[in-house]
Every structure is written in C-alpha cells, then in structure tokens.
C-alpha cells in the first residue's frame, strides 16, 4: 500500500530490553525522521534523515539510534528501555517541501 | 529550541460557536504549518503560511501569520463535530543546517459537541 506505515502499532516491553520501531515510506521522500509525542509536550524530534546514509539528531536523541540503509526505512532502536521512553511514537516523511507526513504511530509502553 | 507556546491547551464548545487558537514565539520563522490530529493517528497537514501578515482560509477555517512571522491564529467559525481533534502548529526555522526540522507546539485539544 501506498504511503508511510508503522510497526508494531503497540509494544510493551521490559526495563533494559532492546526494542526497534519499524518505519516504512513508499514515496521515496528523501526526508525521513521521528518524533515522540507525550502529554504537554507536543511533538519532539529524536532524529531526522536527509538521505540514505545519512542522519542526524533531533532535539531529544539520548537511548534512541536510527539507521538508514534503504531511503524507504528508517528504522529506530532503543538500545536499552527506560520507563521515560514510554511514549507515542511517530514517523514522518518529507520531500524538498515544508510539509510532512506521519505515520500512524506507535504505542510503547515500557514497564 | 525555538519554543511554540499554543493557547488554550483544551477548548469545548457547543456546535455553531466560534473558536480560535493561538500559536506565539519569541522567533521568527520561515513558514509555519498547521496539523489536525485525530486519536490514534498522525497529524495531517492543514495549511502553510509563508508570507508575513498572509491570511488563508480552508471553508471554515482561517489561518493567520502574524506580520513578524512570530505567532499565528487559526479560527473556526461554526464549529462541527468534525473539528474534534488536537491543533498542532509548527514553525520552520530559518537556520539552513535545520531544514525539516520543525518546532511543533505542545497542541490545542478542541472538542466540539453537538
């Protein structure tokens, strides 16, 4: 199907375990990042991807990596959770406009 | 971090009444956008505004950037049902190293009741 997709929509993992946020796009956007959304914050970007190979951190990047090897992927790992990485999780997309499109985001909890 | 400060953070009304979001910084952007977010999806773009003072209007929606590019209204005039969800506004810096790199508000939760 056309468009950007998520997966797991819903995960629910242990303290300390390894987790990866699947991200999917089939517009071949060359822009590509992620974003956490919890209460009171609004969205914030973790890491954003201008091209394949090549990757950046956002505004709040601790315990998160991203790769990008294929410009439709852009997975992201979290190499050891932490009950602060409980959150909503949202992929987004972009070509060399302003405008972005997200993803149906991903649910997280960490116990 | 540019910060984006959204008011008010939650707003109820009945339909037919008029409603209006504010979005406010101490910096200037290039652009600012505007999402609607609906529970348990993304946010989807609504407008752009560009250009200092420019006013645009979406049916019953009208968009405001303000003529410093500081701060930004969205008015909904005749609320629906429809209208329910999460109002985001992001600003788009100016720093050419921050291409893409949006400032989202922390949002406008309205509800609109029938």
Redesign the interface.
Same mark, same amino acid.
């Given at each position: 199907d056309a468009g950007i997709t998520q997966s797991p929509r819903y995960k629910i993992t242990e303290t300390g375990r390894q987790v990866t946020l699947m991200c999917h796009q089939t517009w071949s956007h060359s822009y590509m990042f992620w974003y956490r959304q919890d209460l009171g914050h609004g969205l914030r970007l973790i890491y954003y991807s201008a091209a394949a190979d090549i990757t950046d951190k956002g505004e709040v990047p601790d315990g998160y990596v991203v790769s990008r090897s294929k410009t439709e992927n852009f997975p992201l790992t979290l190499e050891s959770a932490t009950r602060s990485q409980t959150s909503v999780y949202f992929c987004a997309s972009s070509d060399l406009t302003d405008e972005q499109f997200f993803g149906p985001g991903t649910r997280l909890t960490v116990l | 971090?540019q910060l #984006?400060e959204?008011s008010p953070q939650f707003l109820s009304i009945q339909e037919g009444e008029n409603l209006t979001v504010y979005c406010n910084s101490s910096s200037v952007f290039s652009?600012l956008?505007w999402y609607r977010q609906e529970p348990?999806?993304?946010?989807?773009?609504l407008v752009?505004v560009v250009t200092g003072g420019e006013v645009k209007k979406l049916k019953r929606l009208t968009f405001q950037f303000g003529d410093a590019r500081k701060d930004s209204s969205l008015h909904i005039t005749a609320a629906q049902p429809g209208d329910t969800g999460l109002y #985001?506004c992001?600003g788009?810096p100016y720093a050419t190293d921050s291409?893409?790199? #949006?400032q989202?508000?922390?949002?406008t939760q309205v509800v609109v009741t029938p």
């Open positions: - | 971090t #984006l959204q652009s956008q348990g999806e993304g946010p989807v773009l752009t #985001l992001a788009a291409w893409g790199k #949006l989202f508000g922390s949002g």
